[in-house]
């Protein structure tokens, strides 16, 4: 996060109460408690030897650890006025959340090169949660640049980007049902829009006396409207031959 001054964004409103100060810190340990459901469990079967995992992504994993880091400190600095100092690490968090999206992407890419591709039709629908992911991830983490001089709106953004990064970790949730219908992708859109918007429209709710923060108005509609494109597509034939094509073609000139 980069915010660049002390301004507020609505004309009259009072900062937030102290303790609410530490609420993008308290956001910060619900992805991490997020993140180790998924992944705890794989690193233990890795360090007994029973779930092998490929050195590149091992620096996926780098990647995407400093990037919650990133959010980490500056949500920190945020939270203790430490203003200059948040700044300067601003560049620096940017910067990282583009490489966490380019490494995203390759990801991707990489498991149509190396995973078995599917038989049928029907699995090639799992293949637009990626898209989903690296296709909007950057739209909010552009979105929260451009509002970089507005704190208020600044940090919201970086919170719908934050949690749009943890889609790979919530598609490990297996007691959540992911199927070949039109609804395939919607209780794992579910879980994430609840563990997001819950506590920031309550924040908003608390800090703002009743009224929600535009931005959190405008970053959910921007967020449910990627979704709806992406549940439309969920289950199309259009869609499966399209994934069908480009991840054998893939495959082919690789």
């Not at 590149?56 to 939270?79: D, E, N, P, R, T």
């Not at 919201?156 to 990064?165: E, G, H, K």
């Given at each position: 996060?980069?915010?660049?001054?002390?301004?507020?964004?609505?004309?009259?409103?009072?900062?937030?109460?102290?303790?609410?100060?530490?609420?993008?810190?308290?956001?910060?340990?619900?992805?991490?408690?997020?993140?180790?459901v998924?992944?705890?469990?794989?690193?233990?079967?890795?360090?007994q030897?029973?779930?092998?995992?490929?050195?590149?992504?091992?620096?996926?994993?780098?990647?995407?650890?400093?990037?919650?880091?990133?959010?980490?400190?500056?949500?920190?600095?945020?939270?203790?006025?430490?203003?200059?100092?948040?700044?300067?690490?601003?560049?620096?968090?940017?910067?990282?959340?583009?490489?966490?999206?380019?490494?995203?992407?390759?990801?991707?890419?990489?498991?149509?090169?190396?995973?078995?591709?599917?038989?049928?039709?029907?699995?090639?629908?799992?293949?637009?949660?990626?898209?989903?992911?690296?296709?909007?991830?950057?739209?909010?983490?552009a979105?929260?640049?451009?509002?970089?001089?507005?704190?208020?709106?600044?940090?919201?953004?970086?919170?719908?980007?934050?949690?749009?990064?943890?889609?790979?970790?919530?598609?490990?949730?297996?007691?959540?049902?992911?199927?070949?219908?039109?609804?395939?992708?919607?209780?794992?859109?579910?879980?994430?829009?609840?563990?997001?918007?819950?506590?920031?429209?309550?924040?908003?709710?608390?800090?703002?006396?009743?009224?929600?923060?535009?931005?959190?108005?405008?970053?959910?509609?921007?967020?449910?409207?990627?979704?709806?494109?992406?549940?439309?597509?969920?289950?199309?034939?259009?869609?499966?031959?399209?994934?069908y094509n480009?991840?054998?073609?893939?495959?082919?000139f690789?």
């Amino acid at each position: 996060m980069a915010a660049a001054e002390l301004r507020v964004d609505l004309p009259g409103r009072r900062q937030p109460r102290r303790p609410l100060r530490l609420f993008f810190i308290f956001m910060v340990a619900v992805s991490v408690a997020i993140l180790s459901v998924a992944f705890v469990p794989e690193i233990i079967a890795y360090a007994q030897g029973t779930f092998p995992i490929a050195p590149i992504l091992h620096l996926h994993a780098a990647i995407m650890v400093a990037w919650i880091a990133a959010f980490a400190v500056q949500a920190y600095l945020g939270a203790t006025r430490k203003i200059i100092q948040h700044q300067r690490a601003g560049r620096i968090a940017f910067a990282i959340g583009w490489l966490a999206w380019a490494s995203m992407v390759f990801v991707e890419w990489r498991a149509m090169l190396v995973h078995p591709l599917p038989d049928t039709l029907p699995p090639y629908d799992e293949f637009l949660a990626g898209p989903y992911i690296y296709l909007t991830f950057p739209i909010f983490l552009a979105w929260a640049y451009r509002e970089r001089r507005r704190p208020m709106r600044h940090k919201r953004l970086m919170l719908f980007a934050l949690f749009l990064s943890l889609g790979a970790a919530v598609q490990r949730y297996v007691w959540l049902p992911m199927t070949d219908t039109r609804g395939g992708y919607w209780a794992i859109a579910a879980f994430m829009d609840v563990a997001l918007l819950s506590p920031l429209v309550t924040f908003d709710l608390v800090t703002l006396r009743g009224r929600l923060h535009p931005v959190t108005v405008r970053a959910t509609a921007a967020l449910f409207f990627t979704q709806a494109v992406m549940l439309s597509l969920w289950g199309s034939s259009a869609w499966r031959e399209f994934a069908y094509n480009i991840s054998h073609a893939l495959r082919r000139f690789a």
